[in-house]
């Protein structure tokens, strides 16, 4: 049975690993797969149809404890304990729920100290006692009565005292004093670990199509003192076409890790005649997970040929690998009595509001389908290619986009040489 510190507006855990409000996803994901020895039986809930409009919850059946991510920032917004009786749960190193301490109204009260009256459910039949950042549920099995009064301004809830003898059925740890409020907080200091993220990522472009990436970047600034003396830093930085590996290396560091092509598989697609031939050397990828960025370089320049920004929509492939890439994409509007206007493309649009905006349908997708090996199956099932001014937009089965992969404008020296084939 786990054994957990309660620390109010901000974090449960113990002394090995710590949930923290405000912790991405991927490093929730990272605890759980550390310790998935201890901590088994782990459900992702997702609106598969809909993700954005339902948290991303990650439930901890064995433990009795759901996290709830926003669906939109997918940052830990609140910490749900639903059952009591699988964990073991203390406030300032003293137990409150154990198998010795039932979670009673009055040992509540010794451990949290004095609050407001208990606020009434009559929907749910619950009583709410609410701290700044934390609240805890009480079922009444011994008062079987309605409560005494229910005042008509208070839309059906009830401030009343809290019976003896209530026990806690659920604990729910927040940011803020509303529950029904809340909103994930802004990543802790301490979840930066040394890695830089992402706040937005704008699309530059020139007249024909994409030219780069202008990103804004945060990091946990601290130097050489104590974590306690960091303070966030936010910083703007750019990429184009045409950079070489320094120039990418020096305006976001290092890449998390650097994966070399051995296949195209859209090389079928294209117009050349050479598609067959095999190249002598591979291009390669520099993949910045936190920013939810890869960057293409070509084999043989050692220059960006192409960006792929990602999306990090659950029931994707590869949902969980990468953060999710807050980007704003402008494309280029061509309407009747107009000399031509933009639209903008975010994380969020949906393909269908994008053709629309077009004012025409795209021509017909290319099938991408996906697997670890040639005997294994995606279980999300086929994504579909749409191309459109130098873009690739992949769209989910949802309508959702899950990436977008930009190109840079076509070398000078392909067009001559095409020219003087005989």
């Known amino acids: 049975m786990l054994d957990l510190e309660v620390v109010p507006e901000r974090s449960l855990g113990n002394e090995q690993w710590e949930f923290t409000l405000g912790m991405p996803l991927a490093q929730a994901v990272a605890i759980l797969q550390k310790h998935c020895r201890i901590i088994k039986n782990v459900q992702v809930l997702y609106s598969e149809q809909s993700p954005l409009s339902h948290d991303l919850i990650l439930n901890l059946t064995q433990d009795g404890i759901k996290l709830l991510f926003d669906a939109f920032n997918q940052r830990l917004k609140v910490i749900e304990v639903y059952d009591l009786t699988k964990v073991k749960l203390k406030y300032c190193g003293v137990h409150f729920n154990s198998q010795a301490i039932a979670p009673t109204i009055e040992q509540i009260d010794q451990s949290f100290g004095a609050t407001h009256p208990g606020v009434y459910n009559s929907a749910e039949q619950l009583f709410h006692l609410n701290f700044r ?24 809830l009830a401030s009343l005292q809290i019976p003896h003898g209530a026990t806690v059925k659920r604990m729910y740890i927040y940011s803020g004093n509303s529950l029904q409020d809340t909103k994930a907080p802004l990543m802790p200091l301490s979840c930066f670990l040394g890695n830089v993220y992402a706040e937005s990522v704008d ?29 966030m830093r936010v910083f703007e930085r750019s990429v184009y076409f045409g950079d070489s590996c320094q120039d990418v290396l020096s305006m976001l560091g290092s890449p998390h890790k650097v994966f070399y092509k051995s296949e195209d598989k859209m090389k079928i697609h294209s117009p050349s005649p050479h598609k067959q031939v095999p190249s002598k050397c591979n291009d390669y990828f520099f993949n910045y997970f936190t920013l939810g960025v890869d960057i293409l370089f070509d084999a043989n320049t050692h220059k960006v040929k192409k960006f792929v920004l990602h999306t990090n929509y659950p029931g994707h492939y590869n949902f969980n690998i990468y953060h999710r890439c807050e980007f704003k994409i402008p494309l280029a509007i061509k309407k009747e009595n107009t000399d031509g206007q933009t639209e903008t493309c975010t994380t969020y649009s949906k393909w269908d509001n994008i053709q629309e905006l077009l004012g025409h349908p795209v021509e017909k997708p290319v099938v991408l389908h996906r697997s670890s090996s040639p005997n294994n199956t995606n279980p999300f099932g086929s994504t579909f290619c749409f191309g459109l001014q130098r873009m690739i937009f992949e769209v989910m089965q949802n309508n959702h986009i899950a990436s977008v992969t930009l190109y840079g404008p076509p070398r000078p020296g392909a067009h001559l040489r095409t020219a003087e084939l005989p």
């Open 133 to 156: 950042g934390l609240s805890f549920s009480f079922q009444l099995d011994s008062w079987t009565e309605a409560p005494k009064y229910e005042p008509n301004f208070a839309h059906g």
């Open 203 to 231: 699309v530059l472009r020139d007249g024909t199509g994409p030219a780069g990436l202008r990103l804004r970047l945060l990091a946990a600034g601290c130097g050489p003192g104590l974590l306690a003396d960091a303070k």
